[in-house]
C-alpha cells in the first residue's frame, strides 16, 4: 500500500468537522495506530503525546492474529509498560530509534524494561512538523528480531511525517473550537451587548443584552430595521466618525463613551469598542456596556461630593488626609485650601510650606500636641492653634486628627478636620467685654441709686445713732449717783449695744450695693435676702408713702449664686415698683415660693400705673424706658443677672392696678 494511501488523515478531519475536536483526535489516533501496526509487523504499539509539561500514553495497540485492538488511553509514561529511556531519549534529541535487535547491547541496555522483557524489535520515531515536536510512535515486535526492514521503516517514517501534520492541525483545530465557544459562552451570557454591524450601519445580529439595553424586539432587529446610525443622537454622531476612521485605518477602535436612543425615546448612556472582522472588510463586531447605574453612582457622589462641599463652606471646616511615612498631603477639600488661604489648582501645599501659615507663637505647640502625637505616639490629636494668611489675617483655629493603622500597627495615614472657630473667638472676647461693660454699669447703677437713697440711709442710721447716744447718757447719770443704780445702768448698756449693731448691719448692707469685683458664688437664704432688701429700700418706701409686704414660703431651700448681684435684681426690681406707684400711696409686695419642685420664684407685685400694652415685649431691652429720668438699664440689668444664674424673669399686668415682675433662681444641688 502506498504512504498516501495508508493514512488519508485529511479526509480523517473532514469526516469529522461534525464533531468535537476530541472526537477528531480519538479517530486521528485509531487510524494512526492501525496504520502503523498493519504496515510495519509490530506486535504492540504507543503513541504518546505531550500534555503540557507531561508525557502521556494516548493509545495502545496490539494484535492477535489478523485482528487489531485499540484502547485510549490517559497514563503517564513513567507508570507505563515501555522502555522509558528510549521515549525520552527520542522527544529530548528528536531522532529516531531503531534497534534491531534490543537483546544485543546498545546504548539502551540498561533499561529496566529491555532487560526484563527480552525484547527483539524496537522502534521510536518522534512526529515532528515545522520544528513542533507533537508526539512519537513507539512499536515493538518481541518474537523476532530485525523485523522493522528499512521498507517499513520508510513507510513509518511516512506515516510519522503525515501524523504529525494532522495532529498539529487537529490541535488547531480543536484550540479553534474552544475559542469559539469561549466567544460563544461570552456572547450569551449577555454580560455586555454584542453586535455585528456594517459600516453603512446596518445590524447584522445583536445577542439579547443589545435587546433590552435598546428595547427594540428581535424580530425589529431581524428586519433590520434597526440602525447604529439611527440609534446614535446628534451631539455624538462626530465622535461616531473619528471611531470609523480609526477603525478603517487600524482595524479596531479604542473604548469610547456616548449615547443610544431607546425605542421609547430616552436615551443610555454606553462604553462602545469595536473591530472589524478582516482588515479592509465591510463588517465587524462591536461591544457595548451599559453605563447607566455607573452614571447614578456618578451624579449621586457628585451630589454628595457637592453637599459635602456646601455644608463646609457652612460650618467652616475643611477635612485632609497625610501619609503616614512621609507625611504629605494626600487630600485637601475645598474648604481647606480657603481656610488656609492656598490656590487649589496649584495642588497641595507641601508640609513645610503649610507650616508656614502657622503663628510662630504656636507652631512648637503644634509639633509636641498635634505632629508628634499622631504621626509618633499614633494617637488621636485635638488642638487649638492660630494661622497667619500672606494679607496679615489672624484665624483662629481647631484641628482635630486621627492615625489610621494596618493591621499590624503600622501607621498608614493621617486623616483629621481643621475647624475656622475665628468667628466664635470673636464673639467670645465681645462678650467678654460685654459681661465687663454690664458689670461696670450695674455698679454705677448702684451707686447712683445709693446717691438717690443717701438721705433716707442717713436718717435711717441716725436713729440708732441717736438711741445709742441717748442711752450712753442714761448709763453715765445712772453710774455717777451716789449709789450707782447698776441693774439701770446695765440695761441702758445693752441698749446702746443693739443701737450700735443695727447701725452697722445698715452700713454693711449700703456697702455690699456698691461694691465692685468679680462674681462670688455662695449659698444664699432667698427670704434673708429679701428681707435685707426690705431695711435698705424702708425709708424710700416710706418717703413715698408705700407700703411694703412680705409673703414667705417657710421651709424653701437655699439658692446657689452671688449675694451682691442678686440684691442688685431684686433692688432694682423694688425701685421699679416704688417708681411705678409715684405719689400715690401704694403697696409694694414681695414673695417667695417653691415652683416646680426644682426653682424659687421671687416676685414683686406693685400698685402702680402697670405696664406699658404696646411695649410688653420691650421692658427687658437695654434703653428702653417709659420714664423721663429713666435709663433703661435697670430691667436690662436685671435680666442678665438672673439669666447668667440659671433662671429667667417676666412681668404680667395685674388683674386690677399695677404690675407683677416674676423671676426664677434655680435650687441649690445637694
Known amino acids: 500500500m502506498a504512504p498516501a494511501e495508508l493514512l488519508d488523515l485529511a479526509t480523517v478531519i473532514k469526516v469529522s468537522q461534525a464533531a468535537s475536536g476530541e472526537m477528531v483526535v480519538e479517530k486521528l489516533i485509531d487510524r494512526v495506530m492501525r496504520a502503523a501496526i498493519e504496515h510495519a509487523g509490530a506486535e504492540r504499539g504507543l503513541l504518546i503525546l505531550p500534555r503540557g509539561d507531561e508525557l502521556q500514553i494516548a493509545a495502545e495497540v496490539t494484535t492477535s492474529g489478523n485482528d487489531f485492538s485499540v484502547h485510549q488511553r490517559n497514563a503517564s509514561i513513567a507508570a507505563a509498560f515501555l522502555p522509558e529511556s528510549v521515549v525520552r531519549y527520542v522527544m529530548r534529541t528528536r531522532e529516531n530509534v531503531i534497534l534491531g535487535d534490543a537483546t544485543a547491547r546498545n546504548p539502551f541496555s540498561a533499561d529496566p524494561y529491555i532487560g526484563r522483557h527480552r525484547a527483539r524489535s524496537i522502534v521510536c520515531l518522534p512526529l515532528v512538523n515545522q520544528a513542533k515536536l507533537n508526539g512519537v510512535i513507539y512499536l515493538e515486535n518481541n518474537l523476532t528480531a530485525h523485523v522493522f526492514t528499512s521498507e517499513r521503516i520508510t513507510v513509518l517514517k511516512v506515516l510519522a511525517s503525515q501524523a504529525a501534520i494532522s495532529l498539529e492541525n487537529t490541535r488547531l483545530y480543536r484550540d479553534l473550537e474552544n475559542r469559539e465557544a469561549k466567544i460563544r459562552r461570552l456572547v450569551d451570557a449577555n454580560i455586555m451587548a454584542v453586535v455585528i454591524w456594517r459600516l453603512d450601519g446596518a445590524i447584522v445580529a445583536s445577542n439579547e443584552a443589545f435587546i433590552r439595553m435598546v428595547q427594540y424586539d428581535r424580530e425589529d432587529v431581524a428586519s433590520g430595521r434597526v440602525r447604529w446610525t439611527d440609534l446614535t443622537p446628534t451631539k455624538w454622531r462626530e465622535h461616531d466618525e473619528r471611531a470609523l476612521a480609526e477603525i478603517r485605518a487600524t482595524g479596531s477602535v479604542q473604548p469610547y463613551e456616548k449615547e443610544l436612543f431607546r425605542k421609547d425615546g430616552s436615551r443610555v448612556p454606553v462604553l462602545v469598542a469595536g473591530a472589524l472582522f478582516e482588515e479592509g472588510g465591510n463588517e465587524g463586531v462591536a461591544f457595548a456596556l451599559d453605563l447607566s447605574e455607573q452614571k447614578r453612582v456618578e451624579e449621586t457622589l457628585r451630589k454628595r461630593e457637592a453637599y459635602l462641599a456646601e455644608s463646609q463652606m457652612l460650618a467652616h471646616t475643611g477635612s485632609w488626609a497625610s501619609d503616614g511615612t512621609t507625611r504629605e498631603a494626600r487630600y485637601w477639600s475645598e474648604e481647606m485650601f480657603r481656610i488656609f488661604g492656598f490656590d487649589p489648582q496649584q495642588g497641595f501645599p507641601k508640609r513645610d510650606q503649610w507650616l508656614q501659615r502657622m503663628h510662630p507663637e504656636d507652631r512648637e505647640k503644634i509639633r509636641r500636641e498635634a505632629s508628634d502625637r499622631m504621626f509618633l505616639q499614633k494617637v488621636n490629636s485635638d488642638v487649638e492653634f492660630r494661622i497667619v494668611l500672606p494679607d496679615g489675617t489672624v484665624k483662629h483655629i481647631r484641628g482635630l486628627a486621627h492615625p489610621v493603622l494596618s493591621p499590624d500597627g503600622e501607621l498608614v495615614e493621617v486623616v483629621g478636620t481643621v475647624v475656622d472657630i475665628t468667628e466664635r473667638k470673636d464673639a467670645e472676647q465681645a462678650r467678654d467685654r460685654l459681661r465687663q461693660l454690664e458689670a461696670d454699669i450695674a455698679h454705677i447703677n448702684r451707686v447712683t441709686t445709693m446717691g438717690e437713697l443717701t438721705a433716707s440711709l442717713a436718717h435711717e442710721i441716725k436713729q440708732p445713732i441717736g438711741a445709742a447716744v441717748t442711752n450712753a447718757e442714761a448709763c453715765l447719770r445712772l453710774l455717777d449717783r451716789n449709789q450707782p443704780d447698776l441693774p439701770e445702768a446695765q440695761e441702758a448698756a445693752l441698749e446702746m449695744v443693739k443701737a450700735s449693731r443695727r447701725a452697722a448691719a445698715i452700713i454693711d448692707r449700703v456697702r455690699l450695693l456698691y461694691q465692685k469685683g468679680s462674681p462670688q458664688q455662695e449659698v444664699i437664704d432667698v427670704n434673708e435676702l429679701i428681707r435685707e432688701m426690705v431695711i435698705v429700700m424702708q425709708n424710700e418706701a416710706n418717703r413715698r408713702s408705700i407700703t411694703m409686704r412680705t409673703d414667705l414660703a417657710g421651709g424653701l431651700r437655699s439658692a446657689m449664686g452671688d449675694r451682691v448681684q442678686l440684691q442688685q435684681a431684686l433692688m432694682n426690681l423694688m425701685l ?95
Do not use: M
Request: some cysteine.
Open 576 to 670: 421699679n415698683g416704688i417708681e411705678a406707684i409715684c405719689d400715690q400711696s401704694g403697696q409694694l409686695t414681695i414673695q417667695s415660693q417653691l415652683a416646680g419642685g426644682h426653682q424659687l420664684l421671687i416676685s414683686v407685685t406693685d400698685t402702680g400705673v402697670g405696664l406699658p400694652a404696646e411695649d410688653i415685649d420691650k421692658i427687658f431691652h437695654a434703653f428702653f424706658t417709659t420714664k423721663p429720668q429713666g435709663t433703661g438699664l435697670g430691667l436690662a440689668i436685671t435680666r442678665s443677672i438672673v439669666e447668667s444664674h440659671g433662671g429667667r424673669v417676666w412681668a404680667t399686668p395685674n388683674s386690677g392696678r399695677g404690675a407683677t415682675f416674676y423671676f426664677t433662681l434655680p435650687i441649690e444641688s445637694s
